[in-house]
Structure formats: structure tokens, C-alpha cells
């Protein structure tokens, strides 16, 4: 596992020079609904259907960002939030529709 603890440390050097995202390895099972998949990976950050945590706080329902911006989002992560690479990009574009549509 040597790329593992290249990722680790790579991790850890980025987390004392800029904070470093993790990766989540949540994995949806086929035929799961946008709506099941971001209750399961996204809403414990995110709030149900995407309306925010403590009030307007992660609230990423209805966002403006284009389908393809939220799916680089889901499968790179951002500065916290982890990266998903096991959510396909045919899931992440329906989540970004899903998004758009709450
Ligand atoms: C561990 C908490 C966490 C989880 C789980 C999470 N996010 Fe995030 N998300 C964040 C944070 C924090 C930000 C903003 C800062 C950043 O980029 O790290 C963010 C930002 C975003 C943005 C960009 C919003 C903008 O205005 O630019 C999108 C889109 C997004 N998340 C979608 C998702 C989706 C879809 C999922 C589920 C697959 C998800 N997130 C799961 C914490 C999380």
C-alpha cells in the first residue's frame, strides 16, 4: 500500500501548509434515486435536500453552479469536503439536477 501512504502524507504535508479534504469511499448501489444518494453521502453535511445546516450554512439546494462544476465538486472534494471517487459521473450529474430542482 505504498501509493496509500504517499496519499497519507501528501495529505498530511497539504493539511499543515492549506487543510486537506478526505476522500469518502460511499459507493451508491445501482438504480439508487439522486434523492436516496444524497441522503445517504451529502445531506449529514449538506442538511435534507441540500437546504443547510444552522440556517443558511452548507446550503447547496437550488445552486447556480453547472451540472458539470458539481460534479468535479463530488469527485474531488473541496478544501473540507471529502472526495467522493466512487460516485460515477452519470450519479453526480443527476445529483447536481436533483439539486438544482430543490
Ligand atoms: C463532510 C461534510 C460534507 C459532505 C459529506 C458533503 N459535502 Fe459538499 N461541501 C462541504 C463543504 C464544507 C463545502 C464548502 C467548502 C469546501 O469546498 O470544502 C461543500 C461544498 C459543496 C458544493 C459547492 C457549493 C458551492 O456553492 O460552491 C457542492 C455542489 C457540494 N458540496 C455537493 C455535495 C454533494 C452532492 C455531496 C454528496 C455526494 C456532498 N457535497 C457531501 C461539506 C460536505
Do not use: W
Not at 504517499?6 to 476522500?23: I, K
Amino acid at each position: 500500500m505504498i501509493r496509500t501512504t504517499n496519499t497519507t502524507a501528501a495529505c498530511l504535508l497539504a493539511l499543515m501548509l492549506a487543510g486537506c479534504s478526505d476522500v469518502n469511499d460511499y459507493k451508491p448501489t445501482a438504480g439508487m434515486t439522486a434523492t436516496d444518494i444524497f441522503a445517504e453521502a451529502c445531506s449529514s453535511c449538506h442538511g435534507d435536500g441540500g437546504s443547510g445546516k444552522f440556517g443558511f450554512l452548507l446550503k447547496i439546494a437550488g445552486t447556480e453552479a453547472a451540472a458539470k462544476e458539481v460534479a468535479e465538486k463530488i469527485l474531488h472534494g473541496g478544501h473540507i469536503m471529502p472526495a467522493f471517487p466512487n460516485i460515477d459521473e452519470q450519479d453526480a450529474e443527476r445529483l447536481a439536477t436533483y439539486l438544482k430542482a430543490q
